[in-house]
């Protein structure tokens, strides 16, 4: 008759609170739990989605990531397999800014992996080493809408960097400060100096996944071009997705459109969320959409 809903930014916390019975259903189970919850009866639900954990990188004049060295070399640092040991599995690899199975994938040059060495060859040519690191700073957030677990997780990246010769300083907010602040874009001055913000994003369609995070006109705080990227060259790209109706001659630009998301490094790519849950056995009824949006209507309660 009714659905009650409890904010528990902890992930502890949530699997706590589902194992005592305070509730029947979490979102982003801390995966060293899930153990213990498929071992009790609890039901884990998950299922690959539209969405991508990423760091949006500031393109300000002056921004270390100006360097598409930089910007390869941190690709680069990432093993995104040991991240997925970290999160128990639950994550899809990141091989670029969208899905690997994405129909506008396409056919980067770059390949978006682990090779720790190469990394350090382009920090070495852009003029930086373990010794004498390339510092940034980075805004992230302890918990979010689609973060999935980003405290652990950006810790995660931050060893990796630093293992190549890239030095992160957190700047940690919390979430509704970070959403303004995302809004408010790379020039404002209440980042404080940040060059790169963790934020995940919904890459549904062409405008929500792709257009709106580069497009000339839509610089923060006019849009949601956090990192004041303008580009003509995929300016011209995205007029072209605005003004192709032809479903296949959409798909092959939209190709193209990602394909220099990837070759030029244009975000640290990192993995896409599978969108994690856990509930109790008596709930019934419920089936994993690959969409941030879920239909309740079928659920019950036994």
Same mark, same amino acid.
């Not at 056919?107 to 852009?126: G, H, M, Q």
């Not at 969409?291 to 036994?302: D, L, T």
């Given at each position: 008759?009714?659905? =009650?809903?409890?904010?528990?930014?902890?992930?502890n916390a949530r699997a706590a609170a589902l194992l005592s019975g305070q509730v029947d259903w979490i979102e982003a189970p801390a995966p060293d739990t899930i153990p213990a919850?498929?071992?009790?009866?609890?039901?884990?639900?998950?299922?690959?989605?539209?969405?991508?954990?990423?760091?949006?990188?500031?393109?300000? !004049?002056?921004?270390?990531?100006?360097?598409?060295?930089?910007?390869?070399?941190?690709?680069?640092?990432?093993?995104?397999?040991?991240? @997925?040991?970290?999160?128990? $599995?639950?994550?899809?690899?990141?091989?670029?800014?969208?899905?690997?199975?994405?129909?506008?994938?396409?056919?980067?040059?770059?390949?978006?992996?682990?090779?720790?060495?190469?990394?350090?060859?382009?920090?070495?040519?852009?003029?930086?080493?373990?010794?004498?690191?390339?510092?940034?700073?980075?805004?992230?957030?302890?918990?979010?809408? @689609?973060?999935?677990?980003?405290?652990?997780?950006?810790?995660?990246?931050?060893?990796?960097?630093?293992?190549?010769?890239?030095?992160?300083?957190?700047?940690?907010?919390?979430?509704?400060?970070?959403?303004?602040?995302?809004?408010?874009?790379?020039?404002?001055?209440?980042?404080? $100096?940040?060059?790169?913000?963790?934020?995940?994003?919904?890459?549904?369609?062409?405008?929500? @996944?792709?257009?709106?995070?580069?497009?000339?006109?839509?610089?923060?705080?006019?849009?949601?071009?956090? @990192?004041?990227?303008? !580009?003509?060259?995929?300016?011209?790209?995205? !007029?072209?997705?605005?003004?192709?109706?032809?479903?296949?001659?959409?798909?092959?630009?939209?190709?193209?459109?990602?394909?220099?998301? =990837?070759?030029?490094?244009?975000?640290?790519?990192?993995?896409?969320?599978?969108?994690?849950?856990?509930?109790?056995?008596? =709930?019934? $009824?419920?089936?994993?959409?690959?969409?941030?949006?879920?239909?309740?209507?079928?659920?019950?309660?036994?």
């Amino acid at each position: 008759d009714k659905m =009650v809903l409890i904010p528990l930014p902890e992930p502890n916390a949530r699997a706590a609170a589902l194992l005592s019975g305070q509730v029947d259903w979490i979102e982003a189970p801390a995966p060293d739990t899930i153990p213990a919850m498929s071992g009790n009866g609890f039901v884990i639900s998950s299922n690959a989605y539209p969405h991508n954990w990423t760091w949006h990188l500031s393109r300000l !004049d002056g921004s270390p990531w100006n360097d598409i060295r930089v910007r390869k070399a941190a690709n680069l640092a990432i093993d995104r397999e040991g991240m @997925g040991a970290l999160l128990g $599995g639950l994550m899809v690899p990141a091989k670029g800014f969208l899905p690997p199975s994405s129909q506008w994938f396409g056919e980067p040059t770059f390949d978006v992996t682990y090779d720790p060495d190469a990394a350090k060859a382009l920090l070495a040519e852009a003029g930086y080493s373990v010794d004498n690191p390339l510092k940034v700073k980075a805004l992230i957030s302890p918990s979010g809408s @689609g973060q999935m677990l980003p405290l652990p997780m950006n810790e995660y990246l931050q060893q990796s960097l630093a293992e190549v010769g890239i030095e992160v300083e957190f700047m940690v907010v919390e979430w509704n400060q970070m959403i303004n602040l995302w809004r408010a874009g790379a020039g404002d001055a209440a980042v404080e $100096g940040s060059e790169s913000i963790n934020f995940t994003y919904f890459i549904q369609d062409p405008f929500t @996944g792709l257009i709106r995070h580069l497009s000339c006109d839509l610089i923060a705080p006019n849009g949601t071009n956090w @990192g004041h990227y303008c !580009d003509p060259e995929m300016q011209a790209l995205f !007029d072209q997705i605005k003004t192709t109706f032809d479903p296949e001659e959409q798909d092959a630009v939209l190709r193209q459109t990602h394909e220099k998301f =990837v070759n030029e490094a244009l975000f640290l790519m990192v993995t896409h969320d599978v969108a994690p849950r856990a509930m109790s056995p008596k =709930v019934k $009824g419920f089936v994993q959409a690959q969409n941030w949006y879920q239909n309740f209507s079928s659920i019950s309660m036994e």
